[in-house]
């Protein structure tokens, strides 16, 4: 009898995971075409911005953004490692970091018609949700909320892609939803957030850019009507930058009217897919009650580069990509892939993109939902080991040193808390005692004139 049962067990165990399903997330893979090696070693490069390319190598520098032989290495790799996943999200950044003057619309489509020829190429059945990045046009950053002829250009780009509605509202304002894989109940909606981002001064005055956030709202009450399970991605996400204390992207107004949709439509979005930091993080949404009601996943960058932001030290990462694991029938998010290329190590000729680590097994987590994400983060700001697990993985291997107590303080509460006001919050909560220095002067200023009446009454 116990046989018997321990056999059906068996039988129907493996039914479960029959409705799991896989796809990989790409991202900010910044293409420097005037990348140059010179006698097998000597790296010369456009988005230096004149640093000295150390470690450098025909597969990239960090002083740099990406060569071809590395973002062609990057996309083989893919087609190695999961040569049929279900879909690819890609979200963004393909240019180099330099200044306007050295780039031009023609150049900027060109850059991104190349890299979106070499993914056809090599997945040619493959459907793939693209997403605009702060760099996927020209000037940078200013994406336009309104019709433009780049966002018509790019749009032609991935037409391949594109169903014919979808190519109208990404003429309008880079943004597009469709069924996702064209199933009944299952739904991508694809952001253009750089519209959002404090850095543009064509969207500085508009209340809702291209009518994003409307559009948005209405395609998710739509959604809920029609019991639909939604993902969305884009390329610069709210909240805060875990590497540089109090920096975020979002403008204040925006960063709070995203928070809103998410809070809003969080039953029917089992996922956000989102890229630009070039880390590996993750930022959890909660409820009033403080309950996990969503987690955006940041994947991390194929390009090496360093962060020239002022005060981050070590902001560089090796070139990542990674794969999510989802059931099919709900859409939730089971497990967290990540692959990497140990720069340094290819450079000497060993090129090889192998796992660094599946998200359930590293963080001991049932899946990858927001209760769990919630577990993940706690262990982070609970137990020393788990935060320097995450802070190696948050750079792909590059950064091994220690996370100190503002470190720790930054991560976790950006993680945490994607209000700016509630981050502000926690990091003077979790900096305090050990790291007042990390508060801001006007906190510190309220606690000295407190602790003086509070000792003079
Ligand atoms: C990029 O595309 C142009 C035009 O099709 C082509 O001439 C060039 O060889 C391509 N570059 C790479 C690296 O594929
Ligand atoms: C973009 O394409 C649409 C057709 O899809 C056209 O009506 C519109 O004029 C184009 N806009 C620009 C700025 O080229
Ligand atoms: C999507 O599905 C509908 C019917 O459900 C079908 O008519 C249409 O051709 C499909 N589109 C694609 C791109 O497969
Ligand atoms: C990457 O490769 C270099 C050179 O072989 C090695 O020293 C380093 O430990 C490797 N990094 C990781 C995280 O394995
Ligand atoms: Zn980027
Ligand atoms: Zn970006």
């Known amino acids: 009898m116990v046989g018997k049962s321990l056999l059906l067990c068996c039988l129907i165990f493996p039914g479960t995971f029959a409705t799991s399903g896989s796809f990989w997330h790409i991202t900010d893979l910044h293409w420097d075409k005037n990348y140059k ?14 640093n000295q390319a150390y470690q450098g190598g025909p597969y990239g520098s960090h002083a740099c953004d990406s060569p071809w032989k590395l973002i062609q290495s990057c996309v083989n790799a893919m087609k190695k490692i999961l040569p049929d996943p279900d879909f690819i999200v890609w979200t963004g950044d393909d240019t180099p ?6 780039l031009s619309e023609e150049k900027v489509r060109q850059i991104i018609a190349n890299i979106t020829e070499l993914i056809q190429g090599v997945f040619p059945n493959t459907k793939v949700y693209s997403a605009l990045g702060n760099h996927d046009y020209h000037p940078k950053n200013q994406l ?10 790019t749009a032609q780009l991935w037409v391949k892609w594109l169903e014919p509605k979808s190519v109208k509202t990404f003429n309008k304002g880079g943004y597009y939803t469709e069924k996702l894989l064209n199933k009944t109940g299952f739904r991508m909606l694809v952001l253009n957030t750089n519209l959002y981002y404090k850095q543009n001064l064509e969207t500085e005055k508009d209340e ?7 559009w948005a709202d ?3 009450t739509k959604a809920a009507q029609d019991k639909e399970k939604v993902y969305v991605i884009g390329h610069v996400p709210p909240g805060m930058f875990e590497k540089r204390r109090g920096h975020s992207w979002f403008r204040p107004d925006f960063n709070k009217r995203y928070q809103e949709l998410i809070e809003k439509h969080h039953a029917v979005i089992l996922g956000q897919f989102f890229g630009h930091h070039h880390t590996d993080a993750f930022r959890m949404f909660y409820n009033s009650k403080g309950v996990p009601i969503s987690t955006m996943f940041l994947s991390p960058g194929v390009t090496p580069w360093e962060t020239t932001l002022p005060d981050v030290i070590n902001g560089a990462n090796n070139p990542g990509i990674r794969i999510f694991e989802y059931d099919t029938e709900s859409l939730l998010v089971q497990d967290v892939v990540t692959y990497y290329l140990n720069l340094s190590r290819a450079n000497m000729g060993k090129i090889k993109w192998e796992k660094e680590y599946r998200l359930t097994e590293s963080f001991q987590v049932a899946d990858a939902s927001p209760t769990s994400m919630h577990q993940v983060l706690e262990g982070i700001s609970r137990d020393n080991c788990r935060l320097q697990q995450y802070y190696r993985f ?15 303080a930054s991560h976790v509460c950006s993680a945490r808390e994607v209000d700016y006001q509630r981050y502000e919050r926690c990091m003077v909560k979790e900096a305090a ?25």
């Open 37 to 50: 090696v010179e006698n097998g070693k000597k790296v010369t490069c456009e988005s230096s911005n004149g």
């Open 97 to 102: 970091h330099v200044e306007d003057a050295k």
């Open 144 to 153: 336009p909320g309104h019709e433009n002829q780049m966002y018509n250009k």
């Open 208 to 214: 809702d850019p291209a009518n994003q956030f409307a």
């Open 218 to 220: 209405e395609v998710l």
């Open 394 to 408: 948050n750079s792909v291997n590059f950064d091994l040193s220690q996370c100190g107590p503002p470190c720790r």
């Open 433 to 457: 005692p050990a790291a007042l220095q990390g508060a801001p002067l006007g906190v510190l200023a309220v606690a000295v004139s407190l602790s003086f009446a509070f000792a003079w009454p």
